[in-house]
């Protein structure tokens, strides 16, 4: 299989799965009592999505690497492509029934490796509907998926070619601990524009790329690189975001340009509509 036929059966292995991970969260809603990584507490659903989605891409010819929030180490699973996932994105809203995602980053590198070595990038939004948003070859589309008789799916084409052209709204996380030029930023921006946060990335980016605006977990005066994950979580959806004609930062420029020193590090992550990144790299 080539590069593109690889990536092609990641993104349907995926879409696939999607319909089998919104269904089976119902029993797996508990925390299990052990830590991820990156010292999170895990719920049964992210260790249950995580080896379903495990077992299906490293099966996949072409794929030579997966790493995921959930696991400390690389897997190895033959040659080609890296694939790196946050398994259930927002897994704390399952109890409250609000969103969740699954997100990948596909990358052409030996991971860990920069953003820049992204050939593609999706991710899943679990809610009303089961949607995806792939960025592939420089175009965003997104889908809705639909479950098929036997085990099988349907992806309609519901948005070609999407891109960030509006600023409506905003949604920024870890308000508890901001710096006080972040809170001098925010109190610009909240006086402009319409305040929406779920507390899951996947539904706080998908209202971006829709409403168009920006999102941002910044650095905390307790914990300087933010909550967010570079390689999982960050690369990812700047990707997305970067190839719908929208802006990413780490506060300073690009994230897919940041530097990668270890699997599950954390980074200040701003996306969104190019002029508000821009006043924020100006003002913080
Ligand atoms: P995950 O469930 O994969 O750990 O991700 C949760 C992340 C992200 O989805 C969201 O933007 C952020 O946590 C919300 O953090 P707060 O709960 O601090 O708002
Ligand atoms: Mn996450
Ligand atoms: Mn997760």
Redesign the pocket.
Not at 173 to 188: A, C, D, H, L, Q
């Given at each position: 299989m080539d590069k593109e036929e690889t990536v092609d059966e990641v993104v349907r292995s995926v879409a696939e799965t999607a319909p089998h991970i919104s269904s089976g969260l119902m029993h797996r809603r508990e925390y299990v009592g052990e830590q991820?990584p990156?010292d999170?507490e895990v719920r049964e659903a992210?260790v249950w999505a995580n080896e379903l989605l495990k077992e299906q891409i490293t099966s996949i010819e072409g794929v030579g690497q997966f790493a995921s929030?959930e696991e400390k180490i690389i897997t190895d699973c033959g040659e080609g492509l890296a694939v790196a996932i946050?398994?259930?994105?927002?897994?704390?809203?399952i109890p409250t029934n609000n969103l969740?995602?699954t997100?990948v980053g596909i990358y052409d590198g030996e991971l860990p490796c920069k953003g820049e070595n992204l050939v593609a990038a999706f991710y899943v939004v679990y809610g009303p509907l089961t949607t995806m948003m792939v960025a592939l070859n420089g175009d965003v589309n997104e889908y809705v998926i639909e479950e098929r008789p036997g085990d099988d799916i349907e992806m309609y084409l519901v948005g070609e070619d999407l891109e960030i052209e509006d600023d409506r709204i905003y949604g920024f996380?870890?308000?508890k601990n901001w710096t006080e030029e972040f809170r001098e930023f925010e109190s610009e921006i909240a006086e402009d524009y319409k305040l929406r946060?779920?507390?899951?990335?996947?539904?706080?980016v998908n209202q971006v790329m829709h409403h168009g605006g920006m999102?941002a977990?910044p650095e905390r005066t307790d914990a300087s690189n933010g909550?967010?994950?570079l390689l999982?979580?960050c690369n990812p959806v700047s990707y997305i975001v970067e190839s719908a004609s929208g802006a990413s930062s780490d506060g300073a420029g690009s994230i897919l340009k940041v530097e990668v020193e270890e699997l599950h590090q954390r980074v200040p992550f701003f996306a969104g509509h190019t002029d508000m990144i821009r006043k924020m790299e100006n003002s913080l």
């Amino acid at each position: 299989m080539d590069k593109e036929e690889t990536v092609d059966e990641v993104v349907r292995s995926v879409a696939e799965t999607a319909p089998h991970i919104s269904s089976g969260l119902m029993h797996r809603r508990e925390y299990v009592g052990e830590q991820n990584p990156s010292d999170e507490e895990v719920r049964e659903a992210d260790v249950w999505a995580n080896e379903l989605l495990k077992e299906q891409i490293t099966s996949i010819e072409g794929v030579g690497q997966f790493a995921s929030e959930e696991e400390k180490i690389i897997t190895d699973c033959g040659e080609g492509l890296a694939v790196a996932i946050d398994p259930l994105d927002g897994s704390s809203n399952i109890p409250t029934n609000n969103l969740i995602g699954t997100i990948v980053g596909i990358y052409d590198g030996e991971l860990p490796c920069k953003g820049e070595n992204l050939v593609a990038a999706f991710y899943v939004v679990y809610g009303p509907l089961t949607t995806m948003m792939v960025a592939l070859n420089g175009d965003v589309n997104e889908y809705v998926i639909e479950e098929r008789p036997g085990d099988d799916i349907e992806m309609y084409l519901v948005g070609e070619d999407l891109e960030i052209e509006d600023d409506r709204i905003y949604g920024f996380g870890g308000n508890k601990n901001w710096t006080e030029e972040f809170r001098e930023f925010e109190s610009e921006i909240a006086e402009d524009y319409k305040l929406r946060y779920s507390g899951a990335l996947v539904g706080d980016v998908n209202q971006v790329m829709h409403h168009g605006g920006m999102f941002a977990y910044p650095e905390r005066t307790d914990a300087s690189n933010g909550k967010l994950r570079l390689l999982f979580e960050c690369n990812p959806v700047s990707y997305i975001v970067e190839s719908a004609s929208g802006a990413s930062s780490d506060g300073a420029g690009s994230i897919l340009k940041v530097e990668v020193e270890e699997l599950h590090q954390r980074v200040p992550f701003f996306a969104g509509h190019t002029d508000m990144i821009r006043k924020m790299e100006n003002s913080l």
